[in-house]
């Protein structure tokens, strides 16, 4: 029997209304059952300084201790001027410290970009690809996901309505689980 994988699914996101938070949950919701989604946003993680590395903030040892824990990690982020918000970048230097005990290393990684845009923030995931390899576990290579459009894709309450989305995340979720479990053996 397949076991179940806890992954954190971090969000890139701060805005209320984010669609890459909408995303998030809706990765949550189609992840198949071998896979569990903790969502989770960075709103309590306070700036990374170096001068505080020796006596960390509790937010950060909460943070870290979370990621060691999983199973996983989902990047899931938008793209602000061709690169990761801030907030993402402040929260992957939070995890990757102390120097050599990264809580990110080891844990199969996704990276899904998204965007209401044309380009569905693929400088943002390209950048990622760029930041991780030398903190991160192994990261998901095939399929690639920039999604595109996502403007129209939610209803009122935040549900998924654009079926080819739907479709796309699907995909894309079974894959990452197989990934994991791969990982996991
Ligand atoms: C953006 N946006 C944006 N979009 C894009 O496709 N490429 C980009 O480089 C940028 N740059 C950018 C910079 C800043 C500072 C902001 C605030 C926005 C638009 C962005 O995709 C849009 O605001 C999304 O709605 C942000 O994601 P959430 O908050 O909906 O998850």
Request: proline share 6%.
């Amino acid at each position: 029997m397949a076991h179940l994988h806890n992954v954190v699914a971090i969000v890139g996101s701060l805005r209320k209304e984010s669609f890459t938070l909408k995303i998030a949950k809706a990765l949550a919701k189609l992840a198949p059952d071998n896979l569990k989604l903790d969502v989770v946003t960075l709103h309590d993680i306070s700036f990374f300084n170096q001068d505080l590395e020796a006596t960390p903030p509790a937010d950060w040892v909460a943070f870290r201790e979370k990621l060691h824990k999983s199973n996983g990690v989902l990047f899931v982020t938008p793209e602000y001027n061709r690169s990761i918000p801030g907030v993402l970048k402040n929260a992957i230097d939070v995890g990757s410290r102390p120097y050599g005990k990264s809580s990110f290393l080891g844990k199969p990684t996704g990276i899904v970009s998204n965007s209401p845009g044309p380009l569905g923030g693929v400088s943002a995931a390209k950048h990622l690809q760029n930041i991780l390899p030398g903190i991160s576990g192994p990261i998901l290579g095939q399929p690639e996901i920039y999604l595109n459009g996502v403007g129209d894709a939610f209803d009122d309450k935040g549900e998924l309505i654009k079926e080819s989305l739907q479709a796309v995340l699907k995909q894309y979720i079974d894959a990452y689980a197989a990934f994991v479990e791969k990982f996991s053996k």
